[in-house]
């Protein structure tokens, strides 16, 4: 039986046993939840494990030598002072199957020739096995692989378990104004471990909180739910002191406005507290009546004086180009002219590698870049633009 199969094992099993918690638990006594507890935890860490197992197959698959060339290519991931100030573009990738399956980073990285030195991926807040702990086994997989994490961390408050949690609010009401309760200190239960946890990693990582914070349509953070720009500011601040205080100095917060709102600057925590600046731009064509074909010069252009000001590298934290509508090889290939000539700021860019998108539709959306063999032939070349001229020319 391979790796993949017997992932997909464990977190079928997982999955039962997830609904079965959530049909019993309203009524279960404190040992047994304490007993269901801890046989999900068991099967989440036989996934994890099957998960580092394959992690540790692909690094053996593509040789061990995958960390070393990372290192030499971009000795950047070695130092957290120059991961805050980097010189050169670092690209790096979200995979919609990891860490499931490590195919969409092998074909990826294989077509582009490259190994990327940073790898994305998303963790809500909650209790749910998959939430309530710090990611330590991906984020040792990630670290064994020689890239850098970066953790979109959102805070979806409503996934904490009130039998557990009775300190909170009840589940309907939590969402209102939840980010001045986390500046309060309500959900410090679950922020100071997790800080605890990522201070004992030790090793750089990009944490990207509560992202598009002042969109009012996509997130329960944003302010349709009563979430000021104060309020973001309040809770990052404390969140940032916790990491502060539990010896978590390996941080890198990443600050990733929706740039289309107006008035996203009010939201900036102050330099004290920001490392880098993301924003997503992804290029929805015309899948939709809402979307059309922009350029990415036309997503960032307005945007873009107001993110220079701050003074603070720019990581395009999600960036891609759907097929609908226009050419994505050109849309690709204008877009890293745009960064050399118009954006120098842009330090990163993270591609969004995900071929079964349904966030914003019903019908998945394919991210994937090797959709278009032109594009990646492209995106190939343009990227060896960004590097030290030494690097072009090893073999």
Known sequence: MNARRRYEIAFFALGWLVLAGVLLRGGMATNMRQAWDRVTDRVVRAGQSLSDAEGRAWTDVRGASRSDAVADRYP???SIDSLRSPSRMLPGAYDGSFPHSFDG?????????????II???????????????PLR????????GSVPMITWEPWVKDFDSGIRTNLPPVEQRE??????????????????WAASAAKFGK????????????????????QNGNRPDDLIAAWRHLHLIF????????????????????????????????????????YGTVASWSRW?????????????????????MITEFGSLTAGGDPAEWYRAAFADMREKYPRIRSIIFFNQPTDVTLSTAPLNWSLVESPRAVEIVRDELKQFEPQSAKESP
């Open 76 to 78: 950047e991931t070695q």
């Open 105 to 117: 980073f092998t074909e990826l990285e294989n077509r582009l020739d490259l190994q990327f030195p």
């Open 120 to 134: 994305s991926f998303y963790q809500a807040w909650g209790d749910r096995p998959d939430q309530r702990h710090f």
């Open 138 to 145: 991906m984020m040792q997989t990630i670290d064994r692989l």
């Open 176 to 193: 209102y104004a939840s980010l001045a309760a986390i500046a309060r200190g309500e959900y410090d239960f679950y922020v100071t471990p």
């Open 204 to 223: 750089p990582i990009f944490m990207r909180f509560a992202h598009e914070m002042n969109d009012p349509y996509r997130y329960p953070w944003g302010p």
């Open 244 to 283: 502060q205080k539990m010896g978590a100095t390996n941080v890198l917060w990443v600050w990733s406005p929706h740039i289309s709102m107006p008035w996203f600057e009010f939201y900036y925590p102050g330099d004290a507290y920001v490392d880098w600046i993301g924003t997503g731009i992804l290029n």
């Open 294 to 314: 922009w350029t990415f010069h036309q997503i960032i252009e307005k945007a873009y004086p107001a993110l220079e000001k701050i003074d603070k590298p720019i």
